[in-house]
């Protein structure tokens, strides 16, 4: 909002002030004796033009005042609401008109958006609960398969319908993405034992590649909600089983801090390349472990950060190729997490 923005917009203005003068002054000269009113002339038109300067001075003050915190609020990308004028004129008449059309629009825009993410997220619901009923009958044919001695056969068939059941879960809680901060209940939670019903829960991942785990110092009490804080544990575990070899170890500690209660899970997989680890809890990035395994999708580490952000606790990530990889969930006490949800 320059000055010479203002002259560039005023130049009409301006140009029809100095034509006027011209013709005041040929009028003048014209009809009087050069000698005696030249100087006459010239102070006329110093007054006119210092009144002109005057009245531009506070014309270009105005229209600053009137347009420059509105200017600055759409280069910063700030609400401009606030910052509109209620005056008068024409044009900030029209300015409130169409923010307050665009804003219906968007409004409209949202309410059809919400509508139809509502008509998707029943329908993964309904399908999710539909595919259960099948996959319960394919843990009811493995049992089958396996008392007719087929182990082999039936232990292959368990861990595809483990598989599938994660990836189903996976999908129910993707589809809660966009509302879930309505589906928390935040509580206080024993950590040893949500820990020990996600390893129950995913036993057959270790057996079936024979992955050591050892759990220690897992005693604490956490401020989270279950569901979601059992989701993301299980989901870094599935993580180690998925790339560690077989005969690896996962192991799972906790410690206790001044203001918060650190899970650590570790694994002795292949770990992540240094240039993919800033990168793993982007949407849909699987990186080089993924390319390599085929089996990864890229949402789950994403679901994690997002959760985290809502129920303010840490994941942060360290590791070395072929070596290890190391996941700390960072769960703040009761006044540290109070402090930080205010922020």
């Excluded at 140009?15 to 013709?23: S, T």
């Excluded at 993919?276 to 982007?282: A, C, K, M, S």
């Excluded at 949402?299 to 360290?318: H, R, T």
Aim: hydrophobic content about 40%; proline content about 1%.
């Amino acid at each position: 909002m320059t000055l010479f923005k203002y002259i560039k917009d005023s130049y009409r203005t301006i140009v029809f002030f100095f034509l006027l003068l011209l013709i005041i002054d040929l009028i003048l000269i014209s009809s009087s004796d050069l000698d005696k009113s030249l100087l006459d002339i010239f102070y006329l038109n110093l007054l006119h033009f210092s009144i002109f300067l005057i009245f531009l001075a506070i014309d270009y003050t105005k229209w600053r005042n009137t347009y420059g915190d509105l200017k600055r609020a759409i280069d910063l990308k700030e609400n401009v609401d606030t910052f509109v004028s209620e005056g008068s004129k024409l044009e900030e008449v029209l300015i409130r008109d169409i923010i307050d059309l665009k804003n219906k629009e968007k409004l409209r825009e949202i309410e059809e958006l919400k509508n139809n993410l509502e008509e998707i997220n029943d329908y993964i619901t309904k399908w999710v609960h539909e595919i259960k009923i099948p996959l319960s009958v394919c843990e009811l044919m493995a049992d089958n398969i396996e008392y007719r001695g087929m182990h082999e056969i039936s232990k292959e068939l368990r861990q595809e319908v483990n598989r599938m059941n994660f990836l189903v879960n996976q999908v129910l809680h993707m589809s809660k993405a966009s509302s879930y901060s309505q589906d928390f209940i935040v509580e206080e939670v024993a950590l040893s034992s949500l820990v020990k019903n996600v390893i129950k829960d995913n036993m057959n991942l270790f057996i079936s590649k024979r992955i050591e785990v050892e759990m220690v110092n897992l005693d604490y009490n956490i401020l989270t909600d279950r569901k979601w804080a059992y989701y993301v544990i299980e989901q870094i575990i599935n993580n180690a089983c998925k790339y560690v070899d077989t005969g690896g170890k996962v192991r799972i500690y906790g410690e206790e801090r001044d203001e918060s209660v650190i899970l650590t899970i570790w694994d002795n997989g292949m770990g992540i390349p240094n240039k993919d680890l800033d990168r793993i809890f982007d949407r849909g990035f699987i990186g080089e472990n993924g390319r390599k395994t085929s089996k990864s999708t890229g949402m789950g580490l994403y679901i994690c950060k997002k959760v985290a952000d809502q129920l303010n606790f840490k994941i942060e990530v360290s590791s070395q190729v072929y070596k290890y990889t190391e996941f700390k969930i960072i769960f703040y006490k009761l006044s540290d997490y109070l402090k930080v949800t205010k922020m």
